[in-house]
């Protein structure tokens, strides 16, 4: 558990980033900071790991206060990951990731060996463990970066805005690589974002900060959607926070039509709607057995024909839904 | 041409103490400007007037510096010591933009994280910082030994310094050659001085060169 507890920093010109925050994160879970640009979630975050000193207050880790250790020790045992992950430009994709490794005296094989293993299990080709950081894309480099956060197997893994910085598609992938990973590795995670939807998807906890570093309201996301501490936090969240808390409810049993001729499958895996001409519609948004109300209503609102297709882990059309399914179980 | 082959002796000395003179404050310059230069980054307040005065000392006429050092020293005008002192001078006062320009090339982001994995202070600069500033630095160097290869020259006017004693001699005998060859040499020494830097630079930049990403594959 990292516990804050009446934590200010003013920097030097006087500005009050943060402002007698107290805040207990809870271990191996994610717990993600929100709020508008300015309002303090950088410097947070930035004071778990002393790269940023606190004003007063206290901060400590499992009740060890983080000021009775040396610094650069403390950070070679947190994670940490930032919007363009920072990469060594000088190193090569490998040694990036065992650069912490390194740092703690591991010998030279060991460290490459697990840098390795690492650059598969955030799901990059190993191939690429030789090139530099500039012959890789965006979403590759944000990868790298994860997987050098996690080398030294930190408890802790501090993340500011790890994925604003790539496309919609991409980041989309990169979060859903997150949880999967967050779910074999059970980290702390503290995670800034100003994106309340990420916040939603990713956070078991997230904390809505206000500018001036104060905490607005600190819940599980189904909680902060049904029930908005004050105005600032429903403004926050959104006009459309009724959609999105559909994200938290969990059809078991929508009850799926067969497959029509009209979709037009592959091996299985549905390619698009016919439409009489040689050209095929667009298939629109596909979910999963066990995705969320949002996830199926999304798929029929995005679906030419109104019909909402659903497909297994591998890809293959197992059924569709309609929209007056969806409908009845938006009303229960 | 029977000059060449009767003085092959001098001329080969003269080379290599021309090598000498220059090299010698280009390696001195390097190991005092790169401490220098890294204090400047970090009280940001001396940067400027560091880079100054590093511009008005290199403005300096060289044959001045060379007769007013050993005034400065207590070296005898004719000592080696007050080209290299003198060389030294324009070195560090060139190197220092380089090497502060190089240091402030280091991104933000690749500062913030390499404080933030955990690197101490000094071993970030020697393992982060500085190999990130090579392309920087290596620019300065090689203008720096280039232009101190044609300034040692200079010394042979107060009677030191390499092939620039070719000259003299020529001159004062009325005699071509021992010019030409002075003239040849030196500019094949600063030829053969700046492919060997350009050379060591892409060994230790192999990252420098490497192509930009070809579309986002994540
Ligand atoms: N080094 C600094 N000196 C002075 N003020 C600073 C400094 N760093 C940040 N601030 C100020 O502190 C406040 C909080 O900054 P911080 O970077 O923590 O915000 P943030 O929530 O991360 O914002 P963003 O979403 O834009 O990244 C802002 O008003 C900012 O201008
Ligand atoms: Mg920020």
Redesign the interface.
């Known amino acids: 558990m990292i516990e804050f507890e009446d934590v200010t920093k003013q920097y030097p010109d006087g500005t009050v980033a943060v402002d007698k925050l107290s805040l207990r994160i809870p271990s191996n879970q994610i717990t993600v900071f929100v709020g508008p640009s300015g309002c303090g979630k950088t410097t947070s975050l930035?004071m778990i790991?002393r790269?940023i000193e606190r004003t007063s207050g206290t901060i400590s880790i499992d009740g060890e206060d983080i000021n009775g250790k040396d610094p650069?020790?403390?950070?070679?045992g947190?994670g940490?990951v930032?919007?363009?992950?920072?990469?060594?430009?000088?190193?090569?994709v490998v040694e990036n990731v065992a650069?912490?490794p390194k740092?703690l005296g591991w010998d030279k094989g060991k460290a490459h060996g697990t840098a390795m293993e690492l650059l598969e299990r955030v799901g990059l080709d190993v191939k690429l463990a030789e090139?530099?950081p500039?012959?890789?894309?965006?979403?590759?480099q944000?990868?790298v970066g994860v997987a050098?956060a996690l080398a030294a197997d930190p408890k802790i893994m501090?993340m500011d805005e790890p994925f604003s910085a790539?496309?919609p598609i991409?980041r989309h992938?990169?979060q859903e690589e997150l949880l999967r990973l967050q779910r074999d590795i059970g980290k702390t995670i503290v995670f800034v974002t100003h994106d309340i939807d990420e916040a939603i998807k990713l956070g078991d906890n997230v904390a809505v900060l206000r500018v001036g570093g104060k905490l607005a309201q600190f819940a599980p996301p189904a909680e902060l959607l049904a029930d908005p501490a004050d105005d600032f936090v429903r403004g926050f969240v959104g006009q459309d926070r009724g959609y999105r808390a559909l994200t938290f409810v969990h059809p078991e049993e929508l009850p799926l039509k067969p497959v029509p001729d009209e979709l037009a499958l592959k091996d299985g895996v549905p390619v698009g709607w016919k439409n009489g001409s040689a050209d095929l519609l667009p298939l629109g948004a596909l979910f999963k057995r066990g995705d969320s109300l949002r996830a199926a209503l999304d798929a029929v609102l995005t679906s030419p024909t109104g019909s909402g297709v659903c497909v297994d882990d591998d890809g293959k059309a197992i059924g569709v839904i309609d929209q007056s399914t969806v409908a009845e179980a938006l009303r229960s | 041409m029977n000059w060449i082959g009767d003085n092959l002796g001098l001329i080969w000395e003269a080379l290599r103490e021309h090598l000498y003179l220059a090299i010698v404050p280009v390696i001195l310059g390097l190991i005092i400007s790169v401490p220098l230069g890294y204090v400047a980054t970090r009280y940001s307040w001396l940067a400027n007037p560091l880079i100054a005065f590093g511009g008005v000392l290199y403005s300096l006429p060289s044959i001045a510096l060379f007769i007013v050092i050993p005034a400065i020293l207590g070296t005898k005008v004719l000592a080696t010591i007050n080209i290299i002192v003198a060389l030294t001078i324009y070195t560090v006062s060139l190197l220092i933009r380089n090497v502060i320009d190089g240091l402030r090339s280091v991104p933000p982001d690749v500062r913030q994280s390499a404080i933030a994995v955990g690197y101490s202070p000094l071993h970030r600069v020697i393992t982060v910082d500085l190999p990130i500033a090579v392309p920087v630095i290596f620019t300065g160097l090689r203008v720096v030994t280039v232009a101190n290869i044609s300034m040692v020259s200079v010394g042979a006017v107060i009677g030191i310094g390499g092939l620039g004693e070719l000259f003299t001699l020529g001159f004062q005998k009325d005699f071509l050659t021992p010019v030409v060859v002075g003239v040849v040499l030196s500019l094949l020494l600063a030829l053969c001085a700046d492919l060997i830097l350009v050379t060591l630079q892409r060994l230790l930049t192999p990252w420098a060169r490497v192509a930009t990403p070809v579309g986002e594959v994540a």
Do not use: C, E, M
């Not at chain 1, 650069?72 to 070679?76: A, D, F, G, I, S």
């Not at chain 1, 500039?134 to 590759?140: E, M, R, T, V, Y």
């Open positions: 930035r790991n790269t650069v020790t403390l950070r070679r947190i940490y930032i919007q363009n992950a920072g990469l060594f430009p000088h190193k090569t650069t912490v740092l090139r530099y500039a012959q890789l894309s965006g979403g590759q944000q990868r050098r501090l790539v496309d991409v992938q990169l």
